[in-house]
């Protein structure tokens, strides 16, 4: 037989208006969820200070289980139940009981009872109401056990019994021993049950005897431990093996009654909403606050994930904060890394970001446009298009504070459309301001004649210190000088000093000479360099550079020169000398001459390969022959031969 039973002894504990719940008039205990709930006397919203801040709020306590049918089943009698009771939920007149009789027989079974709420609760206690009026003194085996996944799976919260270890294998105690223990389900003796107006009660607190229980609102354990879509309540068979058959007949004919079932709790809100009330769809929604959403307020709107959703707490409240966008966006995302490398305090990123803003923050401009700094950057024009001139400008993008665009060479504007200072418009829309020629005058003054057509000879050849093949790659400007990137094709003669070899080398360029085209280099082409040393532009050795200045010339590559040049390499010295007469050849060589003994001039360029200061002499007075030949107007003569042996 199924007994009535009572609640611990740890109910004396329980509070009285959890006890007194089942005689409140319907208006104070939210009667139904369908209409409009419980308001609070407080004239302002629950959810916020008087000041607008931010506050922990609870939904309003209510009896879950009110007017929701339970359904009965029997362990034997599968197809034998009850799927729509209203007696046991209906409103609770204790002059004038409904009860539910479970049905006897032969075999008793197991009785289960089946409570769906409908949404998440968080459970403050479950009450049951027995229609007998006197304590039981038969044996009791009781279950309590709740669904967090609407009836899929099922896990125990309480078991009573008067025999804890022979019907469940547990110690019969009230008060979980560890935290470990807490979520946990206990047994106990639930005799004496508590006595009310028109029967016996049995009430079990969820949270009665949970160490953890004075710090709930930051135990998500406990948390989860209260939270219930179902409930079940089952009667298990107890064992009648000692009783006579007079006991069992009688057990059988004494049916289960119950008079009332609550279950007493909030909606599953979260602490951001003080009302839950059914939709348009008859679901149980909290009715959100502090910028959240969700069936139990456990995300957050759209555009305030600035931070990651939590619950509140009495000193956290805890709200969802709308991401920064500046007025540009109304969608964002949250993004847990960004969070974590702003210290923790913002996470958002916006999307879709209008008014031709870009940026996490909708902060910046987009390509194309810069800052209107007379608009606050909020205002849905503060980005401009940036109007460079398409001629003048590099690209269409410009400085996003200062708007200034990337202007061509001799190009200058904020939006690159006026030719600078010393430049013309010129006739090509690559180069649309040229330098301006600082009078042909002054050009043909300055440069040297270099730029008169030239005969490739061994005049030419020999002119100059260097003669290189070389294919320009390009240009950057670098204070008065430009420096040209080239790549050295062929080295046909260099000076005994210089350090001049294939491969990429740096060309350099004065801005002066450069601009009257002395020598006129362009990018992308191949020429003839033809020049002096670098020597006398005043560098110090580890700082030579090539240099191209007015007095080199730059001719334009042609394949037939190639030959004629290789020819010049290997021969110039030998073309040289047969130009002087037979006494001369054989007189220069006189190391015994006075001319030799009395030469006190003092020479800084040195072969590589001379062994004596004798030799050193003689080398350099072939050379400063050379160059006396070398600087006639016609092919060698017999003045040049004087000339040339007047220094010896």
């Given at each position: 037989?199924?007994?009535?039973?009572?609640p611990p002894p740890?109910?004396s504990l329980?509070?009285?208006?959890?006890?007194?719940?089942?005689?409140?008039?319907?208006?104070?205990v939210?009667?139904?969820?369908?209409?409009t709930p419980l308001?609070w006397?407080?004239?302002?919203d629950?959810?916020?200070?008087?000041?607008?801040?931010?506050?922990?709020?609870?939904?309003?306590?209510?009896?879950?289980?009110?007017?929701?049918?339970?359904?009965a089943?029997?362990?034997?009698?599968?197809?034998?139940y009850?799927?729509?009771?209203?007696?046991?939920?209906?409103l609770?007149?204790?002059?004038n009981?409904?009860c539910?009789?479970?049905?006897?027989?032969?075999?008793?079974?197991?009785w289960?009872?089946t409570?769906?709420?409908?949404?998440?609760?968080?459970?403050?206690?479950?009450?049951?109401?027995?229609?007998?009026?006197?304590?039981?003194?038969d044996?009791?085996?009781i279950?309590?056990l709740?669904?967090?996944?609407y009836?899929?799976?099922?896990?125990?919260?309480?078991?009573?019994?008067?025999?804890?270890?022979?019907d469940?294998?547990?110690?019969s105690?009230?008060?979980?021993?560890?935290?470990?223990?807490?979520?946990?389900?206990?047994?106990?003796?639930?005799?004496?049950?508590?006595?009310?107006?028109?029967g016996?009660?049995?009430?079990?607190?969820?949270?009665?005897?949970?160490?953890s229980?004075?710090?709930?609102?930051?135990?998500h354990?406990?948390?989860?431990?209260?939270?219930?879509?179902?409930?079940r309540?089952?009667?298990?068979q107890?064992?009648?093996?000692?009783?006579?058959?007079?006991?069992?007949?009688?057990?059988r004919?004494?049916?289960?009654?119950?008079?009332?079932?609550q279950v007493?709790?909030?909606c599953?809100?979260?602490?951001?909403?003080?009302?839950?009330?059914?939709d348009?769809?008859?679901?149980?929604?909290?009715?959100?606050?502090?910028?959240?959403?969700g069936?139990?307020c456990?995300?957050?709107?759209?555009?305030?994930?600035?931070?990651?959703w939590?619950r509140?707490?009495p000193?956290?409240?805890?709200?969802?904060v709308?991401?920064?966008?500046?007025?540009?966006?109304?969608?964002?995302?949250?993004?847990?890394?960004?969070?974590?490398?702003?210290?923790?305090?913002?996470?958002?990123?916006?999307?879709?970001?209008?008014h031709?803003?870009?940026?996490?923050?909708?902060?910046?401009?987009?390509?194309?446009?810069?800052?209107d700094?007379?608009k606050?950057?909020?205002?849905r024009?503060a980005?401009?298009?940036?109007?460079?001139?398409?001629?003048?400008?590099?690209?269409?993008?410009?400085?996003?504070?200062s708007?200034?665009?990337?202007?061509?060479d001799g190009v200058?504007?904020?939006?690159?459309?006026?030719?600078?200072?010393?430049?013309?418009q010129?006739k090509?829309?690559?180069?649309?301001?040229?330098?301006?020629?600082?009078?042909?005058?002054?050009?043909?003054?300055?440069?040297?004649?270099s730029?008169?057509?030239?005969?490739?000879?061994?005049?030419?050849?020999?002119?100059k210190?260097?003669?290189?093949?070389?294919?320009v790659?390009?240009m950057?400007?670098?204070?008065?000088?430009?420096?040209f990137?080239?790549s050295?094709?062929t080295?046909?003669?260099?000076?005994s000093t210089?350090?001049?070899?294939?491969g990429?080398?740096?060309?350099?360029?004065?801005?002066?000479?450069?601009?009257?085209?002395?020598?006129?280099?362009?990018?992308?082409?191949?020429f003839?360099?033809?020049?002096?040393e670098?020597?006398?532009?005043?560098?110090?050795?580890e700082?030579?550079?090539?240099?191209a200045?007015?007095?080199?010339?730059?001719?334009?590559w042609?394949?037939?020169?190639?030959?004629?040049?290789?020819g010049?390499?290997?021969n110039?010295?030998?073309t040289?000398?047969?130009?002087?007469?037979?006494?001369?050849?054989r007189?220069?060589?006189d190391?015994?001459s006075?001319?030799?003994?009395?030469?006190?001039?003092?020479?800084?360029?040195?072969h590589t390969?001379?062994?004596?200061r004798?030799?050193?002499?003689?080398?350099?007075?072939?050379?400063?022959?050379?160059?006396?030949?070398s600087?006639?107007?016609?092919?060698?003569?017999?003045t040049?031969?004087?000339?040339?042996h007047?220094?010896?």
């Amino acid at each position: 037989m199924f007994r009535p039973f009572s609640p611990p002894p740890s109910t004396s504990l329980f509070p009285v208006f959890l006890l007194l719940l089942p005689f409140l008039p319907p208006s104070l205990v939210s009667s139904s969820l369908s209409h409009t709930p419980l308001s609070w006397t407080s004239p302002h919203d629950p959810c916020y200070y008087l000041d607008g801040r931010p506050r922990h709020c609870l939904s309003e306590f209510i009896n879950g289980a009110y007017g929701v049918p339970a359904n009965a089943s029997h362990s034997l009698q599968g197809p034998d139940y009850d799927s729509n009771i209203t007696t046991l939920t209906d409103l609770h007149n204790p002059h004038n009981l409904t009860c539910w009789m479970a049905r006897g027989g032969p075999d008793t079974g197991e009785w289960v009872l089946t409570l769906p709420l409908g949404r998440r609760f968080e459970i403050t206690y479950i009450s049951l109401q027995f229609c007998q009026q006197g304590e039981p003194s038969d044996p009791i085996s009781i279950s309590i056990l709740k669904s967090m996944d609407y009836g899929r799976t099922w896990r125990p919260m309480q078991h009573y019994s008067s025999d804890c270890l022979g019907d469940f294998g547990l110690p019969s105690q009230t008060v979980a021993q560890t935290r470990h223990q807490e979520t946990e389900p206990l047994c106990s003796d639930p005799r004496p049950l508590q006595k009310q107006r028109g029967g016996m009660v049995l009430a079990f607190s969820t949270l009665d005897g949970r160490p953890s229980s004075p710090d709930f609102d930051h135990s998500h354990t406990l948390q989860d431990w209260v939270t219930a879509t179902d409930i079940r309540v089952v009667f298990h068979q107890v064992s009648k093996d000692n009783s006579d058959k007079r006991e069992e007949a009688r057990r059988r004919d004494a049916p289960l009654a119950l008079s009332d079932l609550q279950v007493g709790g909030r909606c599953k809100c979260n602490g951001h909403a003080s009302r839950c009330r059914r939709d348009n769809t008859g679901q149980a929604v909290c009715v959100c606050e502090h910028h959240t959403a969700g069936q139990d307020c456990d995300v957050c709107e759209d555009f305030y994930c600035d931070r990651p959703w939590h619950r509140a707490t009495p000193t956290h409240p805890n709200p969802c904060v709308a991401c920064e966008c500046n007025d540009h966006s109304n969608k964002c995302r949250f993004s847990m890394e960004v969070f974590q490398q702003s210290g923790r305090r913002s996470g958002g990123v916006c999307q879709k970001c209008r008014h031709h803003t870009a940026g996490r923050h909708c902060q910046y401009c987009q390509n194309g446009y810069t800052r209107d700094q007379s608009k606050p950057q909020n205002h849905r024009k503060a980005c401009q298009p940036c109007l460079c001139h398409p001629l003048g400008a590099v690209g269409r993008w410009c400085n996003q504070t200062s708007g200034q665009c990337l202007c061509r060479d001799g190009v200058t504007g904020l939006r690159c459309n006026r030719c600078a200072p010393g430049y013309k418009q010129g006739k090509s829309p690559l180069r649309p301001c040229i330098r301006k020629s600082t009078t042909t005058e002054e050009c043909v003054s300055y440069c040297q004649p270099s730029q008169v057509k030239v005969r490739m000879n061994l005049e030419t050849y020999c002119l100059k210190d260097f003669v290189l093949k070389v294919q320009v790659k390009g240009m950057e400007r670098s204070g008065p000088w430009w420096q040209f990137s080239i790549s050295v094709h062929t080295v046909f003669r260099t000076g005994s000093t210089s350090r001049i070899r294939r491969g990429p080398q740096s060309l350099w360029v004065p801005d002066r000479d450069l601009g009257c085209g002395c020598p006129a280099l362009h990018v992308g082409r191949t020429f003839l360099l033809i020049g002096a040393e670098e020597g006398e532009r005043g560098w110090s050795p580890e700082e030579s550079r090539l240099v191209a200045d007015r007095s080199t010339l730059a001719l334009q590559w042609r394949e037939h020169w190639s030959p004629k040049l290789r020819g010049f390499r290997g021969n110039h010295k030998k073309t040289f000398y047969s130009f002087f007469p037979e006494s001369f050849r054989r007189n220069k060589l006189d190391f015994s001459s006075s001319a030799w003994r009395n030469s006190k001039h003092t020479h800084t360029h040195t072969h590589t390969h001379t062994h004596t200061r004798l030799l050193n002499h003689v080398q350099m007075r072939i050379l400063k022959c050379e160059e006396t030949v070398s600087s006639c107007k016609t092919p060698p003569t017999q003045t040049c031969y004087v000339k040339c042996h007047a220094v010896f």
